[in-house]
Structures are given as C-alpha cells and as structure tokens.
C-alpha cells in the first residue's frame, strides 16, 4: 500500500485495541462496522497486496512491540438475530451481546459467552469456551471468506475444533458469520445464569489490570495456573509484566509491560514448569506481529 492508501489510518498503536494494552503500530488499521465494510477492506487490501491481519476484541493477542506489517481490520460489525434455537451473529458481534440477544429470547445454552469478552469471530477461531461449555458445542455452521473475498459455509465437522482451536487458526480465513444453537426455556432462567457466572468470574479472575485470560492452555488432566503456582511464579514479575497474585494462569501488565516483558514472563513460567513437572505449557495467547 502507498501513501495513497484509500482507507484507513497510519501507524496505529495496537496498544490501544489489545486488552493488555501493548503492541506496536499497525502500518494501517481500519475499523468496520457492516459486512459491506467488511468485505470492501478486505478486497481493497487484496488488489493492494497488503497482507491482511483481522482484528476481533483483541482479547487473546500479544502484539509484538514492532507492530504488524500491513493492514488491521478491526471488525466491529454488531448484528445478532433470533429464529426459533438459532442465533445467527456476524462475526465481529461481542459474545456477551449474543449471549444477551439468546437469552432475552429465552434460549439457554449461550449464557457462558456473557462473561468471555471478545468477538464471535475470535471465538470459532479459538472455540472459545467458559463454564463446561465451549463454542463447539452451540455452533450449527459458519460462513467463512477467503482473501479473494469468496465466501462458503462450512459446518461444524469441518471446522476442526479441539480444546482452544479450530482449522481456522494459522489461516486467512476470515469467519463471516456464525449460526448457534440454543435450548428454548425461558428468559428469567438466562439471565439468571448469567448473573451467577459473572459473579463466580467476578470473584476469582484479577478483572482490574490489563490481562488476556488464560495465557496457556490447560495441559491434559492439570491445571496451568497450578502448575504455575506450584512452581513458585505467582506474583514473579519481569518489566512491566507480572504473573497474577489472584490467578497463576493469568499475566497481567502493571502498566507500563511491552510485549516483550510479557513474552519473557511467559518463557520463564514455560522453562520453569517443564524443570518441575516436565510438562510444556502451550500458550492459548497468539503471539502476533514483528518480534524481530
Ligand atoms: C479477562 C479475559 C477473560 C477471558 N476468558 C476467556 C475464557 O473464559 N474462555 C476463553 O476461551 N477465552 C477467554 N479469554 C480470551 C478471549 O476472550 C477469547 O480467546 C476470545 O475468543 C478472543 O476473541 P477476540 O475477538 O478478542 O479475538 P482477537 O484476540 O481479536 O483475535 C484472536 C484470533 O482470532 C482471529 N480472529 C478474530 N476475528 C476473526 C474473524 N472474524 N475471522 C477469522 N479470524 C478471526 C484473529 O485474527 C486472531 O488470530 C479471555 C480474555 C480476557 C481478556
């Protein structure tokens, strides 16, 4: 892209669309808000050549200090509807807008994604999940685009997910939109579940400084966060980075963190944890962007 570029600005901080609020700048960000925009960004990005990067919440990102090469579509396309069990959300919907469109319809099922902050887009690319339930168990379908801006619908079988993943992940796929399932039961009983998870999370996630959830994935049988405090990590800082007092599995920035005391902290509790257990802890946070 030239200094020409038709949309856009330049140089956007990350920092500002990441809920750890580091990241270097984007060479060009866009944000839209309708599937028109969506798919107009998307094809003006490709006859540019600029190597596209699709933004959700930018609740599960650790964005290199150097920023990311190309352009950034934050996608805040908002638009949840109801027909009999099926919500049908475009992909840059919050979850926790879904999860209050399902349950003032009176659909169950979809209360868990209220307290899981981020996009349904992010959440097929990483089968979000909270509370026993995961976004493999309510999604019937989604429609998915590539970068030529052809679009198809691909059913859950074939979506590939497993525990915080999808086929989608190290893709340019981008996810359109997605159909969910709910139960139908009532309204007063959603909401209800919602209110009780909020609390529980309320209660034992540090909600107050900058984090991006669980920053590993949970290893078959255990716990990371246990395994972390196990290991002695709890409140280990490094820079501007610290492990959770409150959470072992959550690294939380301070307030002055750069991506790169974040991504030392998480080598650290990595090396730490496979000396004591032998267990190799895999990040659940996507390390994105230019680290070198
Ligand atoms: C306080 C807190 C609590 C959290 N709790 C949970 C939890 O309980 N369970 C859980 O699973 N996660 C949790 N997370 C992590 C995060 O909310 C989820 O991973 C969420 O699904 C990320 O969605 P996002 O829109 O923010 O994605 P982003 O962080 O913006 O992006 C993540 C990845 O998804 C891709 N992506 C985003 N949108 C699309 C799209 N439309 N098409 C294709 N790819 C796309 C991005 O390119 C990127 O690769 C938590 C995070 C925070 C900050």
């Known amino acids: 892209m030239t200094a020409a570029a038709p949309f856009g600005v330049r140089d956007e901080p990350m920092s500002r669309h990441t809920s750890l609020h580091v990241g270097g700048p984007a060479d060009f960000f866009v944000r839209v808000t309708s599937e028109d925009d969506l798919r107009g960004a998307v094809a ?45 959300a475009s992909s840059g919907s919050p979850m926790a807008h879904v999860a209050a469109v399902a349950a003032r319809a009176g659909l ?3 209360e868990w994604m209220a307290t899981v902050p981020g996009t349904i887009g992010g959440a097929v690319h990483g089968n979000a999940g909270a509370f026993g339930a995961e976004t493999v168990d309510v999604i ?24 915080r ?5 190290g893709t340019p796929i981008v996810v359109v939109r997605a159909r969910l399932r709910g139960t139908p039961g009532d309204r ?15 209660a034992k996630q540090p909600l107050a400084q900058p984090n991006t959830g669980s920053i590993f994935r949970n290893p078959p049988g255990d ?27 959550f690294i939380v920035n301070t307030g002055n963190a750069t991506a790169s005391d974040i991504r030392e902290l998480m080598r650290l509790c990595q090396r730490e944890v496979k000396e004591r257990f032998g267990v190799d802890l895999v990040a ?7 680290w070198s």
């Open 44 to 88: 003006v990005a490709r006859q540019h050549e600029v190597p596209i990067f699709l933004l959700g919440g930018g609740t599960n990102l650790l964005v290199a200090d150097k920023g990311i090469r190309g352009v950034v579509i934050e996608n805040a396309w908002s638009e949840a509807t109801v027909d009999g069990a099926i919500v049908t």
């Open 284 to 290: 659940e946070v996507e390390v994105v962007g230019q």
């Open 188 to 202: 007063e009983t959603a909401v209800r579940r919602i209110k009780e998870i909020a609390n529980e999370r309320a």
């Open 223 to 249: 716990f990371a966060g246990r395994l972390i405090d196990a290991a002695g990590l709890k409140g280990r800082r490094l820079g501007g980075a610290m492990v959770s007092e409150r959470h072992a599995n």
């Open 108 to 110: 169950l099922g979809l």
């Open 140 to 163: 019937v379908d989604a429609e998915l685009m590539d970068l030529n801006g052809d679009t198809w619908t691909a059913a859950k079988a074939e979506l590939g997910f497993a525990y």
């Open 165 to 169: 993943t999808s086929a989608l992940q």
